[in-house]
Each structure stands twice: as structure tokens, then as C-alpha cells.
């Protein structure tokens, strides 16, 4: 019958297995094998050839990789614009020391998400074979920028610009006009929008001159015109005045005639010794005379002159009628 071995004796295999396992994982070539994080990540994160950029302008972006891993690595970096490739090259990095790298980028307008991360990281050791590891930061932080659209590339963005055509027109004025901010030429004429506006102001203004001093003139002429016609109505009443003075003196000169031949008509009258016809021929007579004197009155201002006149003739015409009589 075969002894049995204690059973504490059985435990001691396993204690022996434990401690062994210990060793082996300790030792530094496991640990690495099991790829622990290499501590070699970015050091400057991300810049570029220029700043501030603008759409449609080619730039570069850098990048640098610090190696502290203390053993060289070899890998691609990458190079993002909101998550889209930009571009991919590979590195050789020596332990201890610093590397750049760069790719260059056609912007666009609008924001942008840059970063930059390392690919497929490989430990280079002349005496083994490459081993794939992982670096503790891989990816860069994210940078985010806005590319303005700079037409007159002025390097001020169309936003922050007033004058985003330089053509000498602000934006607000060329708007105001009718004409295009984003482009010196509006009409393709080869005369800026600015040259041109200012000549069209210029002959606007000559324009205007001309047709103030047009209106001035014409003004003038009308205040001649106006003279002109006050003058000729002056003329006319005044040549009217003249006729009518020389047709009332002419009337005048008439009517005292006409009194003279009544006078002697009157003397005849009186040798006639018909006194009812008489009479009636003295009724006729004073009654003519004051309608001579009416019309006398209606046609001259100096009427009183007249009429004090023609009443002077008419008492001397019956003075020398009572005289007559006697
Ligand atoms: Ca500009
Ligand atoms: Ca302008
Ligand atoms: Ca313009
Ligand atoms: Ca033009």
C-alpha cells in the first residue's frame, strides 16, 4: 500500500508557482511587452505659417513631437480639419529629442477644428525587432479658428473691414449706390467704383451749378421780361394818359367852341323875341352842356380844372346873356 503525502505538503506546490509568476511579471521586458503607455506626446501642440489666415490662402501647419519615451519611435502623424483628413507624413523620432512636422492646408471659409494625432507608433531598436506601442497622448488638443474672407487681401477680414474691395468706397456707401463692395469695378469699365463715383458727383454737381445758374438766368430774364412788360404798360398808360389828356383838352377845346356858337346862337335867339322857343332851346342847351360836362368828368382827372372851367364859361355865358337882354 502506496504512503499518501501530508496534504499541507500539496499546498506548498502552489505557493512555489505563485512565486515564480511574480518574478516573471516583474522583470521590465514583460511590462513592456504588455505595451504600457510611452509617455512621448506632443509638446507645442499646433501652429501655422501665418496668422490670421484667410479663405482661399495656402498655409502650413506644425506640429512637434517630444520623445521621451527613451527609445526612438517611428509612426505617421496626422493632420485633422474638423475630423477630415488634411494630411498624413511619417516621423522618425530619436529618444530625448524634439521633432516638428507639418502639413500644408488650402483654407476655406468658415471655423475650423484643427488637430493633430500620431498613427501607429512603432519602438526602433537596432538590436530587436520593431514592436508596436502606445503613446500615453496621442491626439493634440483641439484649435479652432474662423477664416474670414479677405477680398482686397489686405489681411483684414471682410468682417472687421470696411472697405472690403479697397476701391476707396466703404461698404455701406457702395450699398447705398448700388454697387458691388466686393469688387473695385462694378461696371468693368476699368475705372474704380470710387473714380467713377466721384466724376459722376463732379458732373452732378456741375449739373446742378449749371442749372441754378440757369434757373438764376432764367430768373433774371423773367425779372426783365416783368420790367420789360411794367415799362410797356407804363409806356401805354402813360401814351393813354396822353391821349386821353389830349382828347379831353381836344374835347375841351370843342366845347368851349361849341359854347362860343351857342352863345351866339343865344344872341340870335335873344333877337328873336320868341320867348317860349327860347325857353325850350336854353333847356336843350344847359342840359347838352351838363352832359358835356359828365363825359368831361368821366374822361379827365383834371375834371375839376375843366368843370370849374366850363362853369366859369357858363356864368359868363349868362352874364353876357343878361347883358344881351338889357
Ligand atoms: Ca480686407
Ligand atoms: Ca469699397
Ligand atoms: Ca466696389
Ligand atoms: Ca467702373
Same mark, same amino acid.
Do not use: C
Given at each position: ?20 509568476? $511574480?518574478? $516573471? ?15 512621448? !506626446? ?38 485633422? +480639419?474638423?475630423?477630415?483628413?488634411? !494630411? ?7 529618444? !530625448? ?19 493633430? /494625432? ?5 519602438? *526602433? *531598436? ?8 502606445? &503613446?500615453?497622448?496621442?491626439? *493634440? ?6 477664416? @474670414?474672407?479677405?477680398? @482686397?487681401?489686405? %489681411?483684414?477680414?471682410?468682417?472687421? @473691414?470696411?472697405? #472690403? +474691395?479697397?476701391? !476707396?468706397?466703404? #461698404?455701406?456707401? /457702395? ?12 461696371? =468693368?469699365?476699368?475705372?474704380? @467704383? ?14 446742378? *451749378? ?24 407804363? =409806356?401805354?398808360?402813360? =401814351?393813354?394818359?396822353?391821349? &386821353? ?25 335873344? +333877337? =328873336? ?13 344847359? $342840359? ?29 355865358? %349868362?352874364? &353876357?346873356?343878361?347883358?344881351?337882354? %338889357?
Amino acid at each position: 500500500m502506496k504512503a499518501q503525502l501530508p496534504q499541507h505538503k500539496s499546498h506548498y506546490k502552489y505557493f512555489i508557482f505563485i512565486f515564480f509568476l $511574480f518574478i $516573471f511579471l516583474s522583470t521590465p521586458n514583460y511590462s513592456k511587452a504588455l505595451t504600457k503607455p510611452v509617455n512621448s !506626446g506632443f509638446v507645442s501642440g499646433i501652429w501655422y505659417s501665418q496668422t490670421p489666415f484667410f479663405a482661399d490662402e495656402t498655409i502650413r501647419i506644425y506640429s512637434a513631437i517630444q520623445n521621451e519615451s527613451g527609445f526612438d519611435i517611428t509612426g505617421s502623424i496626422r493632420f485633422y +480639419d474638423n475630423d477630415n483628413i488634411i !494630411g498624413e507624413s511619417n516621423f522618425s523620432s530619436i529618444s !530625448g529629442h524634439l521633432i516638428e512636422e507639418w502639413v500644408d492646408w488650402a483654407v476655406t471659409e468658415g471655423e475650423h477644428k484643427i488637430k493633430v /494625432e500620431i498613427i501607429n507608433p512603432v519602438k *526602433s *531598436s537596432p538590436d530587436s525587432a520593431p514592436e508596436a506601442i502606445t &503613446l500615453l497622448s496621442s491626439i *493634440s488638443e483641439t484649435a479652432t479658428h474662423y477664416a @474670414d474672407i479677405d477680398t @482686397d487681401g489686405d %489681411r483684414v477680414g471682410n468682417t472687421d @473691414d470696411d472697405d #472690403d +474691395d479697397n476701391d !476707396g468706397l466703404t #461698404d455701406e456707401r /457702395e450699398i447705398e449706390l448700388g454697387l458691388n463692395p466686393l469688387k473695385k469695378d462694378t461696371d =468693368n469699365d476699368g475705372k474704380d @467704383d470710387s473714380e467713377q463715383t466721384e466724376q459722376q458727383e463732379l458732373i452732378e454737381n456741375k449739373i446742378n *451749378s449749371d442749372t441754378q445758374t440757369s434757373d438764376n438766368d432764367e430768373n433774371k430774364k423773367t425779372d426783365n421780361k416783368e420790367t420789360t412788360i411794367v415799362d410797356k404798360a407804363t =409806356n401805354i398808360i402813360k =401814351n393813354i394818359s396822353g391821349t &386821353l389828356e389830349k382828347g379831353v383838352n381836344s374835347a375841351t377845346q370843342k366845347i368851349i367852341l361849341s359854347l362860343e356858337r351857342k352863345v351866339n346862337d343865344l344872341e340870335d335867339i335873344s +333877337d =328873336n323875341k320868341d320867348t317860349s322857343n327860347n325857353k325850350k332851346k336854353s333847356f336843350l342847351k344847359n $342840359f347838352l352842356s351838363i352832359m358835356l360836362s359828365l363825359l368831361i368828368w368821366l374822361f379827365e382827372n383834371k375834371f375839376v380844372l375843366y368843370s370849374s372851367i366850363f362853369i366859369i364859361l357858363i356864368i359868363i355865358w %349868362r352874364i &353876357l346873356r343878361i347883358f344881351k337882354r %338889357r
